[in-house]
């Protein structure tokens, strides 16, 4: 593997559901999020990929791999799919993140208990010890820093013009304070997003 992210880096954990959805990130360099599943902040440092089920015995329920992040924009799945464009969800709006190339982790962090996962944020310094994904959960001290990064994120969107000290109060989403308060439960407890 080419280089860990840095200690302070926000990843998003977000689930690889088959094969040809991590072709797709290989090879073109995108990831999709349905706009109506994504989680509240998607303006992250790294995407890391939660393989499902669909990839077998020796490789679903893992991380094995992660991306940087480039950037993002909002489209339809008939854009992203032009030569389905009779499909249910075509009109649907998705979220096309630009990733680098694929880092392949030398040993993948594997799922003890948890099968069922869609959206997970955690740190830099988490993920470059992780040997599990119960090791990916912010704990107590972590999570203050979780949260203002992620906060800083939502404020500044996407045209990165701000100061950290110069944020506005904002009403704190309840949503976000859940995944904050409990994300090894609320991760293990949703149901991850089928597109196909």
């Not at 997970?120 to 992780?130: I, N, P, V």
């Not at 996407?158 to 110069?166: E, F, P, S, T, V």
């Amino acid at each position: 593997m080419s280089a860990f992210p840095s200690s302070n880096a926000l990843i998003l954990i977000a689930v690889m559901p088959d094969r040809r959805d991590l072709e797709i990130a290989r090879l073109l360099g995108w990831y999709r999020i349905p706009l109506r599943f994504a989680p509240k902040v998607i303006d992250v440092d790294y995407l890391a990929f939660y393989q499902t089920g669909s990839f077998g015995e020796e490789a679903r329920w893992q991380i094995a791999t992660f991306a940087k992040v480039h950037g993002h924009e909002l489209t339809t799945r008939r854009e992203l799919f032009r030569d389905e464009p009779d499909h249910a969800r075509s009109n649907e709006e998705y979220y096309k993140i630009q990733i680098g190339p694929l880092q392949i982790l030398e040993t993948p962090i594997v799922s003890t208990s948890w099968r069922r996962l869609t959206f997970l944020y955690t740190t830099g310094d988490l993920f470059c010890t992780a040997r599990t994904i119960n090791d990916l959960v912010v704990h107590s001290e972590e999570r203050d820093i979780l949260w203002k990064s992620l906060r800083e994120r939502a404020m500044h969107g996407n045209d990165g013009q701000y100061q950290a000290n110069d944020l506005p109060e904002i009403a704190l989403d309840p949503g976000l304070l859940a995944m904050l308060g409990d994300l090894g439960k609320m991760a293990e407890v949703r149901e991850p997003y089928q597109d196909e």
